[in-house]
């Protein structure tokens, strides 16, 4: 089956302690990206990559790093995270085209006390 | 600056009519408009996709207008069913600033029985 794959679904951390959000797919796109979804100002984009090693910032990246080693994964870093980065975190993927749209991954639910 | 609205929060209708939705952008020059499905707590799913050059996009219940000029987007939902409840978003993937899909705060469609 088609899909974009994000680990965990949920978490709860502490400020300060260094995480890392999966995001694989599996359909060899070549485009990646992450959003975040906070209630009243909708999804933003945080990174998107158009291709391996190929990375750039989106509308909110402070606070936030990728990389992009491989084509199918994406992996999303908080250095330090912060309690203002309690949000719903998605990542997406899409053809070179994107005659067939974004696929989004079912979503992480990160929580900073 | 930049702005990506869709008409209304909120659209409730009566099953069986036609629901539409608006979406209207300003300082873009978009490639593509995105048409996407979100339920709560899940990812956006992709509905359908429409270029600059193309003026109406159908896909079954679905059908999507595009006009460059008002730049606005206009996405019908035709003989609406209750399980096309969702919040509907619109999205730019846009030539500003690199390959950035940039998103409309989304419309939440309630059909009633």
């Known amino acids: 089956e088609a899909q974009v794959t994000q680990n965990p679904r949920y978490l709860i951390t502490v400020t300060g302690k260094k995480l890392t959000v999966t995001c694989s797919q599996n359909?060899?796109?070549?485009?990646m990206s992450w959003y975040r979804q906070d209630p009243g100002l909708g999804l933003r984009q945080i990174y998107y990559?158009?291709?391996?090693?190929?990375?750039d910032k989106g509308d909110v990246p402070e606070g936030y790093k990728v990389s992009r080693k491989e084509k199918r994964n994406f992996p999303l870093i908080l250095e330090s995270p912060s309690p203002n980065q309690t949000s719903l975190y998605f990542c997406a993927s899409s053809r070179r085209d994107r005659a067939d749209g974004y696929t989004f991954g079912s979503g992480t639910r990160l929580t900073v006390v | 600056s930049q702005k990506i609205e869709q008409n209304s929060e909120a659209l409730n209708i009566q099953e069986g009519k036609t629901a539409t939705l608006t979406c209207n952008y300003t300082n873009y020059s978009p490639a593509y408009l995105q048409w996407y499905r979100q339920d709560p707590g899940r990812g956006p799913v992709f509905l359908l996709l429409?270029?600059?050059?193309?003026k109406e996009k159908r896909k079954e219940r679905l059908k999507v207008t595009f006009d460059t000029t008002l730049k606005q987007s206009l996405f019908h939902i035709t003989a609406s069913q209750p399980a096309d409840s969702a919040t509907y978003l619109c999205a730019l993937d846009h030539n500003n600033a690199g390959n950035m899909l940039t998103f409309g705060g989304g419309t939440r469609l309630m059909v009633k029985p």
């Open positions: 359909m060899n796109h070549e485009y």
């Open positions: 990559s158009m291709n391996v090693e190929v990375t």
């Open positions: 429409i270029r600059e050059n193309e």
